[in-house]
């Protein structure tokens, strides 16, 4: 009788489980309360799935930009200026160099860099009064880390701007520095696109030279090879002058990113759209020094690595500035860019998969059926070739795909296609462990035992066989959710949870059954097993 | 009802019909995965851009492929989606015109490729909205700019024209799945002022992009790679089980049967030039664990006999363990494979290559734990009695359980 009531009970539960409280009765409500409780995945409710990578060496160039200037600054302060601070290589984003330092001060360049340096870097001297830095690596770890965690949160603010869209932004396990963005009903790829992919870069590098024509007449202009301290850059503002120009820059900007605080669009005074951008405070306090001292230079505002305008300096600038040359659709663009926060580093798409909502609810359909006809064939089978028995099996098996979904519902777990394949395959096999144990009751049988001790018997000795089996199946469902992703990691999870519910049904419900028939029956009576 | 009753069948005696049986099915795999058809992976593993298609009009691939041509796609492929009356299409790149910095520009092509040859109207269509295609917001915005019922001045016409937009799109992706055979099949569904706009400026293109699927080189080499290991970590994490379970020797036929069914089942993919996806990969996966279930049962039934006949030769342990399971092993097998069927025959497109791996693998996973996995035991004896050592095959650990 404690048994009937816990079988109640755990039925009840996971009953609970698949369906909540439905608010109502009739078949809708319950339906409600089952897409309530049960997700379903980006395969079967229609959605885009996106894999994104953060080039986080960005975020570390970044970085280093910024510490060539206070390196610069520090040893000027410190009365041992260097010839120059450059970053020599930009594929080693992460070394910075120090060229020509007063030969009589190393004591004291060697103090100032360790002391305000060698928390973050590696310092090294080299011949000719020259110095390296190199970012050491738990620090490049973490701020890629930041940045990818950055971008993640980026990411979700600026597609909460787009509506209610409950996305799912996570880091994506099967690379470095991958994010994985699902956004569940949604089909509007170009839109979530747009907005997730503009990073909106906004630097103001100081103009070497420019315009030129070509790319080749701008690294002549610089002595044939770009030196390590400049870059060329392409013109991409919608000035028809200087469409397909190329610029001559300082790589190292003096305003960039974060340094933003604010931006919004505008109309200049002849009707055309144009942004205008607030300056953090230390940034602005920056900027005036800068501009005070390069009165007459150009200047050029550069958006995700084109230069989108270039303009003379004819007056310090603090805090406030004004970016023309934009469309209306990229002023508005890079307001909001602004507004919701940089990217630190730019992003790249690796892979883009979008199912429309038919494909969903066609799969659903199809996979109910295979399910429904699958079930239905099984629990006819075992009901003819086990007879009695064969109805104890089936009140399992409905029992198992009860307590699979319930769990299901409990857990938060997706339902993906594959998984409702899972749950297809768990009746396969979960029916497996009642064929081994009415197998062996009737082996016992037939070698003469009593029903009772038959009965007992065989649950034992089939016990040892489910539990390997078990095991192994399950092996096999971890290392698929290890490795898995998305649909095929809801397949594991339907396949793992079937089988845990399987042991449940399949050993403890089902010999309860038996022995509350075998205690009604008269002694010497046959038991039903075909 | 029973189907085998003290069956008594000398299954070793038949070793040598069962290793030409494998041999030829391994070996047919093989050549065909290295002479004829290969291992053609699905796009996942390629990388690569693919394109399901739905069409008004029954599709013909050659007139598919001459708009494919004239975009200039040359190398895309174009099968058949589903059955005959879904009309469906898929439509594939190859990984060289799927690049990482312009993922999206292959769909963009084909999209364009076909709306140019299928739309009827043609160059009328500027500016007009594709009801076959369009997205919710593109939908709702439509409405909005143009304002059929003049709310602008009332106001609430932005929700107005997200719900009629989201009635319109529901109507076409579910009830009429997912294509307009004509702008009519609105009325009732939005309101008439709506419906009276579509009609104006708003066309079919006769075709509905249901679903795509894009993966960059990258993606493609490490779910490659992905999908490679957890095969082998789970064969490895079954041989250690075994290994701790019974003996080494019994983990390593085990394993040698899993892999000789893996190795059936991906040759018969190459035989039925079919592509391997992702979710063929997790139907393999299962198939080891079945596989592995179905060989643990014959082999904790011998390890059973081995404890309590220790005078009998192995030989006859192992045929008596085989027939003892057997009707068990049919049984099993066969409601697993009626239920895989009706997976098979019933459920959809999306899971064909998945049931079939299980189709097959089921079969074989069945046949090799009698023919390949216990013959190995005794073969392993008889190579131990040749070299001399004790002839008694270990019994395993003692079951802990």
Redesign the interface.
């Not at chain 2, 851009?49 to 599709?59: E, H, R």
């Not at chain 2, 992706?173 to 709506?194: E, K, M, R, T, W």
């Given at each position: 009788m404690r048994k009937t009531l816990l079988i109640v009970a755990v039925l009840l539960v996971f009953v609970f489980g698949i369906f909540g409280i439905p608010k109502g009765v009739g078949p809708s409500a319950w339906k409600t309360a089952l897409t309530d409780r049960i997700h379903l995945g980006l395969?079967l409710k229609?959605g885009i799935h996106l894999?994104l990578?953060v080039m986080v060496q960005e975020a570390v160039s970044a970085e280093t930009d910024n510490a060539v200037g206070r390196v610069q600054a520090d040893l000027q302060q410190g009365g041992f200026p260097a010839r120059s601070v450059l970053k020599p290589d930009p594929k080693k984003p992460e070394l910075i160099q120090i060229q020509g330092t007063p030969p009589d001060r190393v004591g004291d360049v060697r103090s100032l860099l360790d002391s305000r340096y060698g928390a973050q870097y590696t310092v090294a001297s080299e011949p000719n009064n020259n110095w390296t830095l190199t970012m050491k690596q738990t620090e490049v770890q973490s701020i890629e880390e930041r940045a990818v965690q950055q971008s993640i949160d980026t990411i979700g603010t600026r597609i909460n701007s787009l509506g209610n869209y409950e996305p799912t932004i996570q880091e994506y396990n099967?690379?470095t520095n991958q994010i994985l963005v699902e956004l569940p009903g949604v089909?509007?790829?170009s839109?979530v696109?747009d907005i997730i992919q503009s990073t909106a870069r906004l630097e103001i590098h100081l103009v070497v030279g420019g315009p030129f024509p070509t790319e080749q007449a701008a690294a002549q202009s610089v002595g044939g090879t770009v030196p390590p301290e400049d870059v060329v850059m392409a013109y991409g503002g919608n000035e028809p002058d200087l469409q397909g120009q190329y610029f001559v820059l300082q790589r190292i900007p003096q305003v960039a990113g974060d340094d933003f605080r604010d931006a919004q669009p505008s109309v200049d005074e002849n009707g055309r759209p144009d942004a205008t951008f607030i300056l953090s405070r230390n940034a602005g306090d920056r900027f005036y020094q800068f501009t005070s001292a390069n009165i007459g230079k150009s200047l050029a505002v550069v958006l995700d690595n084109r230069v989108q305008e270039a303009a003379n300096i004819q007056q310090a600038i603090r805090d406030q500035g004004r970016i023309t040359g934009l469309g209306k659709d990229k002023a508005q663009n890079l307001s909001l860019m602004l507004r919701t926060g940089a990217l630190p580093a730019s992003i790249?798409?690796?892979?883009?998969?979008?199912?429309?909502?038919?494909?969903g609810?066609?799969?659903i359909?199809?996979?109910v059926?295979?399910?429904i006809?699958?079930?239905l064939?099984?629990m006819i089978?075992?009901l003819?070739?086990?007879?009695g028995a064969g109805i104890n099996a089936d009140l399992a098996l409905m029992l198992n795909l009860i307590i699979l979904l319930g769990f299901m519902g409990f857990s938060g777990a997706t339902l993906t296609?594959?998984g409702i394949?899972g749950v297809?395959?768990t009746?396969?096999?979960g029916?497996?462990s009642n064929?081994?144990i009415f197998?062996r009751i009737?082996?016992e049988l037939r070698a003469g035992k009593a029903p009772a001790a038959a009965v007992d018997q065989g649950f034992g000795?089939a016990?040892?066989?489910i539990?390997?089996?078990h095991?192994?199946?399950i092996?096999?469902?971890i290392?698929?959710f290890?490795?898995?992703?998305g649909?095929?990691k809801g397949?594991?999870v339907t396949?793992s949870f079937g089988l845990f519910a399987n042991l449940f049904t399949a050993v403890f419900v089902s010999r309860h059954i038996f022995d509350s028939i075998l205690k009604r029956k008269q002694r010497g009576e046959a038991l039903s097993i075909? | 009802m029973e189907l085998f009753r003290d069956v008594n069948v000398d299954w070793l005696g038949k070793k040598w019909y069962f290793l030409a049986f494998s041999l030829v099915f391994s070996v047919a795999g093989v050549l065909s995965i290295l002479f004829w058809h290969g291992i053609k992976l699905g796009i996942d593993f390629r990388g690569g851009t693919l394109v399901y298609v739905q069409f008004d009009q029954p599709p013909n691939p050659d007139r598919i492929r001459q708009a494919m041509d004239r975009a200039g796609i040359h190398d895309s492929r174009i099968v058949p989606y589903g059955t005959a009356a879904q009309k469906q299409v898929a439509i594939s790149l190859a990984q060289k015109e799927t690049q990482e910095s312009a993922l999206d520009t292959g769909r963009q092509t084909i999209v364009q490729a076909l709306n140019t040859n299928y739309s009827s109207g043609g160059g009328a269509n500027q500016g007009k909205v594709d009801l076959d295609n369009a997205s919710q917001g593109t939908l709702a915005q439509f409405l909005q700019q143009n304002d059929p019922e003049h709310l602008a001045s009332i106001g609430g016409g932005a929700q107005k024209y997200a719900e009629q937009a989201a009635a319109i799109l529901n109507h076409r992706d579910h009830d009429l799945d997912g294509i307009f055979s004509s702008i009519d099949q609105l009325n009732g569904v939005a309101d008439p002022a709506v419906v009276g706009l579509l009609k104006q400026s708003a066309y079919l293109s006769g075709f509905h992009v249901f679903a795509a699927d894009i993966i960059g080189p990258q993606v493609g080499a490490a779910l490659r790679k992905q999908a490679l290991m957890a095969t082998l970590y789970s064969l490895a994490g079954m041989l250690v089980y075994l290994w701790f379970r019974f003996e080494l020797i019994y983990g390593v036929a085990a394993v040698v049967a899993v892999f000789h069914d893996t190795l059936i089942t991906v040759g018969a993919f190459s035989l039925s030039n079919q592509e391997i996806t992702l979710t063929v990969i997790a139907a393999i996966l299962t198939l080891i664990g079945y596989s592995m279930n179905d060989t643990i049962v014959v082999f904790d039934r011998i390890r059973e006999n081995l404890r309590i006949s220790r005078r009998e030769t192995l030989t006859n342990v192992v045929n008596r363990s085989i027939n003892q399971t057997l009707s068990r092993t049919v049984l099993t097998s066969g409601l697993t494979f009626l239920t895989v069927l009706s997976l098979y025959l019933f459920g959809g497109e999306v899971l064909h290559g998945f049931s079939f791996a299980l189709v097959i693998g089921i079969l074989i996973g069945t046949y090799s734990s009698i023919a390949v996995a216990a013959p190995m035991l005794v073969a392993y004896q008889d190579w131990r009695a040749k070299r001399g050592k004790k002839a008694v095959l270990p019994a395993g650990k003692k079951a802990r359980v």
């Amino acid at each position: 009788m404690r048994k009937t009531l816990l079988i109640v009970a755990v039925l009840l539960v996971f009953v609970f489980g698949i369906f909540g409280i439905p608010k109502g009765v009739g078949p809708s409500a319950w339906k409600t309360a089952l897409t309530d409780r049960i997700h379903l995945g980006l395969d079967l409710k229609g959605g885009i799935h996106l894999v994104l990578q953060v080039m986080v060496q960005e975020a570390v160039s970044a970085e280093t930009d910024n510490a060539v200037g206070r390196v610069q600054a520090d040893l000027q302060q410190g009365g041992f200026p260097a010839r120059s601070v450059l970053k020599p290589d930009p594929k080693k984003p992460e070394l910075i160099q120090i060229q020509g330092t007063p030969p009589d001060r190393v004591g004291d360049v060697r103090s100032l860099l360790d002391s305000r340096y060698g928390a973050q870097y590696t310092v090294a001297s080299e011949p000719n009064n020259n110095w390296t830095l190199t970012m050491k690596q738990t620090e490049v770890q973490s701020i890629e880390e930041r940045a990818v965690q950055q971008s993640i949160d980026t990411i979700g603010t600026r597609i909460n701007s787009l509506g209610n869209y409950e996305p799912t932004i996570q880091e994506y396990n099967l690379g470095t520095n991958q994010i994985l963005v699902e956004l569940p009903g949604v089909d509007d790829l170009s839109r979530v696109r747009d907005i997730i992919q503009s990073t909106a870069r906004l630097e103001i590098h100081l103009v070497v030279g420019g315009p030129f024509p070509t790319e080749q007449a701008a690294a002549q202009s610089v002595g044939g090879t770009v030196p390590p301290e400049d870059v060329v850059m392409a013109y991409g503002g919608n000035e028809p002058d200087l469409q397909g120009q190329y610029f001559v820059l300082q790589r190292i900007p003096q305003v960039a990113g974060d340094d933003f605080r604010d931006a919004q669009p505008s109309v200049d005074e002849n009707g055309r759209p144009d942004a205008t951008f607030i300056l953090s405070r230390n940034a602005g306090d920056r900027f005036y020094q800068f501009t005070s001292a390069n009165i007459g230079k150009s200047l050029a505002v550069v958006l995700d690595n084109r230069v989108q305008e270039a303009a003379n300096i004819q007056q310090a600038i603090r805090d406030q500035g004004r970016i023309t040359g934009l469309g209306k659709d990229k002023a508005q663009n890079l307001s909001l860019m602004l507004r919701t926060g940089a990217l630190p580093a730019s992003i790249h798409y690796l892979q883009e998969s979008v199912v429309g909502p038919s494909l969903g609810a066609d799969s659903i359909r199809r996979g109910v059926l295979a399910a429904i006809i699958g079930m239905l064939a099984v629990m006819i089978f075992m009901l003819i070739y086990y007879h009695g028995a064969g109805i104890n099996a089936d009140l399992a098996l409905m029992l198992n795909l009860i307590i699979l979904l319930g769990f299901m519902g409990f857990s938060g777990a997706t339902l993906t296609l594959p998984g409702i394949a899972g749950v297809i395959l768990t009746i396969g096999m979960g029916v497996d462990s009642n064929v081994l144990i009415f197998e062996r009751i009737r082996e016992e049988l037939r070698a003469g035992k009593a029903p009772a001790a038959a009965v007992d018997q065989g649950f034992g000795h089939a016990w040892v066989t489910i539990v390997d089996t078990h095991v192994t199946t399950i092996v096999s469902a971890i290392i698929l959710f290890l490795f898995g992703t998305g649909p095929v990691k809801g397949f594991a999870v339907t396949l793992s949870f079937g089988l845990f519910a399987n042991l449940f049904t399949a050993v403890f419900v089902s010999r309860h059954i038996f022995d509350s028939i075998l205690k009604r029956k008269q002694r010497g009576e046959a038991l039903s097993i075909g | 009802m029973e189907l085998f009753r003290d069956v008594n069948v000398d299954w070793l005696g038949k070793k040598w019909y069962f290793l030409a049986f494998s041999l030829v099915f391994s070996v047919a795999g093989v050549l065909s995965i290295l002479f004829w058809h290969g291992i053609k992976l699905g796009i996942d593993f390629r990388g690569g851009t693919l394109v399901y298609v739905q069409f008004d009009q029954p599709p013909n691939p050659d007139r598919i492929r001459q708009a494919m041509d004239r975009a200039g796609i040359h190398d895309s492929r174009i099968v058949p989606y589903g059955t005959a009356a879904q009309k469906q299409v898929a439509i594939s790149l190859a990984q060289k015109e799927t690049q990482e910095s312009a993922l999206d520009t292959g769909r963009q092509t084909i999209v364009q490729a076909l709306n140019t040859n299928y739309s009827s109207g043609g160059g009328a269509n500027q500016g007009k909205v594709d009801l076959d295609n369009a997205s919710q917001g593109t939908l709702a915005q439509f409405l909005q700019q143009n304002d059929p019922e003049h709310l602008a001045s009332i106001g609430g016409g932005a929700q107005k024209y997200a719900e009629q937009a989201a009635a319109i799109l529901n109507h076409r992706d579910h009830d009429l799945d997912g294509i307009f055979s004509s702008i009519d099949q609105l009325n009732g569904v939005a309101d008439p002022a709506v419906v009276g706009l579509l009609k104006q400026s708003a066309y079919l293109s006769g075709f509905h992009v249901f679903a795509a699927d894009i993966i960059g080189p990258q993606v493609g080499a490490a779910l490659r790679k992905q999908a490679l290991m957890a095969t082998l970590y789970s064969l490895a994490g079954m041989l250690v089980y075994l290994w701790f379970r019974f003996e080494l020797i019994y983990g390593v036929a085990a394993v040698v049967a899993v892999f000789h069914d893996t190795l059936i089942t991906v040759g018969a993919f190459s035989l039925s030039n079919q592509e391997i996806t992702l979710t063929v990969i997790a139907a393999i996966l299962t198939l080891i664990g079945y596989s592995m279930n179905d060989t643990i049962v014959v082999f904790d039934r011998i390890r059973e006999n081995l404890r309590i006949s220790r005078r009998e030769t192995l030989t006859n342990v192992v045929n008596r363990s085989i027939n003892q399971t057997l009707s068990r092993t049919v049984l099993t097998s066969g409601l697993t494979f009626l239920t895989v069927l009706s997976l098979y025959l019933f459920g959809g497109e999306v899971l064909h290559g998945f049931s079939f791996a299980l189709v097959i693998g089921i079969l074989i996973g069945t046949y090799s734990s009698i023919a390949v996995a216990a013959p190995m035991l005794v073969a392993y004896q008889d190579w131990r009695a040749k070299r001399g050592k004790k002839a008694v095959l270990p019994a395993g650990k003692k079951a802990r359980v």
